[in-house]
């Protein structure tokens, strides 16, 4: 498989209407979802709300495999012990306050993630590779094994952080249609700001280090420190997705930190297209979609899931956010005439 496509400093104005198309569908869904889906509305809006959780996920891990050059198996980790920070910081029958919670789980994960960055990062290829997917299962064995968060069995969240302010409940994250509308912000949030992150003279070594580390080296820039903070920044993204995933479902289990949960996730981003950002979160609904649509025709759906994969993977090399990339950029009628 060829490599990713660079970010893009400008998205082509077409692919931009087309991106902030699918965002006005998913703003305005619930307002056109009961009419088209009356019998599965409710159904539609919970699974739509979960794959704007995971598609940030998705977005973190593209920083680290379709920017920096990191391909990680053990990002789920970070996901998993997002959610079990809000399980711990949660009292038992009362809602944790979500302007403690969400920054302490942010900061714990971010701390995992520097550990876990700096005895990785430093080695390359598969053994990278090798180094993070036996953190992640350090991390699925911690939590299945001992009683931390009820073991193998996982652990209820009976009430969901709450957002007060003075006494007075801002947002009701209880409410599903308020909830939805807190992922599709979260979502469109990250993209904002990892596309801001990638624009900075930081971000820029961080693509630079994806192409040729050695060259970055040469030019007197620290490639571990510029790769160990786009870990912790991914790590840290990772985690505020597992924080929504925990907050919507009330419940964490470990197979939340497995070695799966993070090559479903590696999934997307190859087939959403890697170093594309939108792409990965493009591959979780598609991904995400078509399980649903496999699983009401037959119960072998995993064969034809993976028939799909395979076959965007060759039709489409770069994966569909590189194939979206090519189509709508613009390219001048005169084949002898250079862009500007």
Known sequence: M??????????????????????ALLALYPAYGPLL??????????????????????????????????VSLGHAAFFGLG???????????????????????????????VVVGFLSIRTSGI???????????????????????????????YVKPT????????????????????????????????????ASPFGRVVRAIGVNEHRVRGLGFNP?????????????LAGLSGFLAATQYGFVNPAMLSWHQSGQVLVMVILGGMGTLFGPALGAFILEFARLGFESITDHYLLLMGGLIIGVVLVLPRGVGGWLLTVT??????????AP
């Open 163 to 198: 957002v007060e302010l003075f006494g007075k409940t801002l947002i009701d994250l209880d409410d599903k249609l308020t909830f939805y509308y807190v992922a599709l912000g979260v979502l469109v949030g990250t993209y904002l700001l990892l596309r801001m992150l990638l």
């Open 224 to 236: 571990v420190l510029y790769k160990l903070v786009a870990f912790t920044i991914g790590g840290s």
């Open 83 to 113: 959610g079990y920070m809000l399980a711990l910081l949660s009292p038992a029958y009362e809602g944790a306050n979500l302007w403690l919670a969400l920054p302490l789980t942010v900061l714990g994960v971010a701390a995992a993630a």
């Open 37 to 70: 889906f009356p019998a599965k509305h409710g159904f539609l809006l919970q699974r739509l709300t979960g794959i704007m959780i995971v598609a940030v996920m998705a977005m973190s891990l593209d920083l680290l495999v379709g920017v920096a050059g990191l």
């Open 127 to 157: 053994y990278f590779i090798m180094v993070t997917l036996a953190f992640g299962q350090m991390g699925y064995y911690f939590f299945n094994d001992s009683r931390v968060a009820g073991g193998s069995d996982g652990a209820y969240i």
């Open 2 to 23: 060829s490599a990713a496509r660079p970010i893009v400093d400008r998205l082509p104005r077409r692919l931009l209407v087309v991106l902030l198309i699918l965002v």
């Open 329 to 338: 950029e613009h390219r001048p009628a005169d084949p002898d005439q250079e």
